[in-house]
């Protein structure tokens, strides 16, 4: 897959970051990376590495507790993260949506931040998300008659589709994609990521997407960073992401199993890769590293 010119400008620089729990978990460690505007970077790692945490710091979910995280220029505090959230949007494995609730309403809601509470408890959204809401399902490969479906209707795979249409209602500077496709099948994950990659590229939104496919890191990433024990243990394009780097970040089963990856095909592809390379992807104790 051919990948877009991101823009010199940078989206999101981490310095220094760091995150220690409570319990005297060491979740991310001197974690330095800049991310440019527009670009696509995947996340890598075992569970317990620090995906899920190095995004979560970014949306303010996290506290670090060293180092600092700049958006578009502004330093992340608790002071700015009011003015900084709805630059930033993010997309659940779980896809989080309401599902008693219409379509349209659950899309409507990624403008709850730009839109008083009042509106927001009223459903009364003004005409422009309106708007918007029907050209990003349409967008997303959805149609007008899915606008007044319950979500609880719908696929694992349309329901994503919602999920993307809803992040992107303020258009972004920043997506954070927290394992997007885990709950999905191989043709539905890889769907799903070539709509995210398109509809971030029009926008030129930064990527920030964690992933424990392998083989769909190195198809869709423009940049591949992976962590082990919260540290970062890679940092490159995908074609640099070989067998031994990956022995080195997961162990020798996950480029055993990369290779089989290859030799098979897609038909051996997510249950083999995620269980040597990562283990099982079941919930992970709140608030761990992940």
């Given at each position: ?6 823009s ?9 970051l760091s ?12 974690v ?7 670009q696509?970077?995947v ?22 507790t060293?180092?600092?995280?700049e958006?578009g ?6 002071r700015?993260?009011?003015?900084l959230?709805?630059r930033?949007?993010?997309i ?9 609730a ?9 403008a709850a ?15 422009q998300?309106?708007?918007?809401a ?8 959805l149609?007008?008659s899915?606008?007044?479906r319950r979500?609880?209707?719908l696929?694992?795979g349309?329901?994503?589709r ?6 992107f209602?303020?258009?972004?500077l ?9 709950s999905?099948?191989?043709?539905i ?15 030129q939104?930064?990527?920030l997407?964690s ?6 890191a ?16 890679f ?8 067998d ?9 089963d996950?480029a055993?199993?990369?290779r089989?990856?290859?030799?098979h095909?897609?038909g051996?592809?997510?249950?083999p ?6 283990g ?5 104790r709140k608030?761990?590293?992940?």
């Amino acid at each position: 897959m051919t990948t877009n010119p991101t823009s010199t400008a940078t989206a999101i620089e981490f310095r220094d970051l760091s995150v220690v729990f409570a319990d005297g978990t060491h979740a991310l460690r001197d974690v330095c990376l800049s991310v440019p505007r527009g670009q696509f970077c995947v996340v890598l790692g075992p569970s317990g590495a620090g995906k899920s945490t190095l995004l979560r710091v970014v949306n303010g979910l996290v506290g670090s507790t060293g180092g600092r995280i700049e958006i578009g220029g502004t330093e992340l505090t608790a002071r700015s993260l009011r003015t900084l959230r709805p630059r930033m949007a993010m997309i659940h494995q779980q896809f989080n949506l309401v599902t008693r609730a219409s379509v349209a309403a659950n899309v409507l809601s990624g403008a709850a931040p730009a839109v008083s509470t009042l509106r927001v408890l009223l459903q009364w959204y003004p005409k422009q998300y309106r708007d918007k809401a029907c050209e990003l399902l349409a967008d997303v490969g959805l149609e007008p008659s899915h606008l007044r479906r319950r979500v609880s209707t719908l696929s694992g795979g349309q329901q994503q589709r919602v999920g993307i249409a809803r992040a992107f209602m303020l258009d972004p500077l920043v997506m954070l994609a927290d394992e997007p496709v885990a709950s999905l099948d191989p043709r539905i994950s890889r769907e799903t990521l070539e709509l995210l990659k398109r509809e971030s590229r029009l926008r030129q939104t930064t990527v920030l997407c964690s992933l424990h496919q392998i083989d769909l890191a190195r198809e869709f990433g423009d940049r591949i960073v992976a962590l082990r024990q919260g540290a970062v243990a890679f940092d490159g394009p995908p074609g640099a992401l070989t067998d031994s780097v990956i022995d080195r970040v997961y162990g020798t089963d996950a480029a055993r199993t990369g290779r089989l990856i290859r030799a098979h095909g897609e038909g051996a592809n997510v249950a083999p890769a995620r269980s040597a390379a990562t283990g099982s992807t079941g919930a992970e104790r709140k608030g761990a590293v992940a």
